[in-house]
């Protein structure tokens, strides 16, 4: 089960990323653009769960180009990944760290610097890749 120490390691892999906050949460940016941030729940969206399960552990919040490519993720099922109401205009979706495998939380993050990121460092980024 992947812990915040290695979602920290896996965003400052990254080239160009900086670490701050974001509503006095841990966050990571790249060029003042964030693409991942600790999401600890609200009392409201505690409440908005009812009685389904609610995600337990660390959660943190990726980025996605936008509503589309958060949706089609999504529709994937993949265990831990997850949206809630308060998300429900925003292009990005919840991690569960205690629940989603550890090589697709690599994908996920290196998807939400690639979705944030500035082309030409993109670009350069993909081409080493290659």
């Known amino acids: 089960m992947p812990t915040l120490a290695d979602v920290e390691r896996l965003c400052t892999a990254l080239p160009s990323v900086s670490e701050g906050t974001t509503f006095r949460n841990r966050a990571w ?62 292009p990005g979706y919840l991690v569960e760290l205690d629940v989603v495998d550890p090589a697709r939380l690599a994908a996920a993050v290196e998807d939400a610097w690639l979705a944030r990121a500035p082309a030409p460092l993109a670009r350069t980024f993909l081409d080493a890749q290659r």
């Open 29 to 90: 940016f790249v060029d003042k653009a964030v693409f991942c941030w600790v999401r600890p729940f609200t009392q409201a969206d505690l409440r908005r769960f009812g009685d389904a399960r609610v995600p337990r552990g660390d959660i943190v919040g990726l980025r996605t180009e936008d509503l589309a490519e958060r949706d089609a993720i999504l529709s994937e099922g993949v265990p831990g990944l997850f949206t809630i109401e308060h998300l429900a205009h925003h």
